[in-house]
């Protein structure tokens, strides 16, 4: 499998019996990559999200029925954030030497796919320094481009505190940026 924000798995063999089914290749099909992407943020090696991504849509296929609909996307987030918090704790326990995968296409330039890790390298580097609290609402306001209201359900904190942690996540990855920038380390 590719290690990219592109990622997304096969789901051919998916079998629609019940409208459940299809209900949960929906969801699937549209929150996937999302997921994948946000537990990538997270500080998980393409990997681990590669494996934390079946682990949340197991989650979610296993309570999809008593979730309610219009609010899939919140509790697979929230069922990604717990599994991404397990998986860091577990790894903290073992040493793994990180593998990463192509983070483009086959058809994208050498120069472009390096210049392309780098940014993600510096990005993943940038955001492992913030805390989780700020990474995580930072990830999903900035970059998977859920609204405040939602992040606030995600995380079960209330919007106020999303906004706070969202103004201290923007100043502290720009200074870091900045840093970076003039030449020093993020």
Known sequence: MAASAEYSPRTAGLTIRTPEDARFRLLHRDY??????????????????????????????????????????????????????????????RYEIPSEGDPGSAAARPDDLLEQRRRLALLDEILATLTPELRQVFVLYEIEELPMKEIALILGIPPGTVASRLRRARDDFKQRAARYRNGGAP
Not at 57 to 65: C, E, G, I, N
Not at 70 to 85: D, I, L
């Open 32 to 93: 996937c990559e999302g997921i994948w992407r946000y537990l990538r943020r997270l500080g998980l090696t393409s990997a681990e999200a590669d494996d934390a991504t079946q682990q949340v849509f197991l989650v979610l296929s296993r309570k999809l029925s008593t979730v309610l609909p219009g609010s899939e996307r919140a509790f697979a987030y929230q069922v990604a954030s717990r599994v991404a918090s397990d998986i860091r704790r577990g790894a903290a326990r």
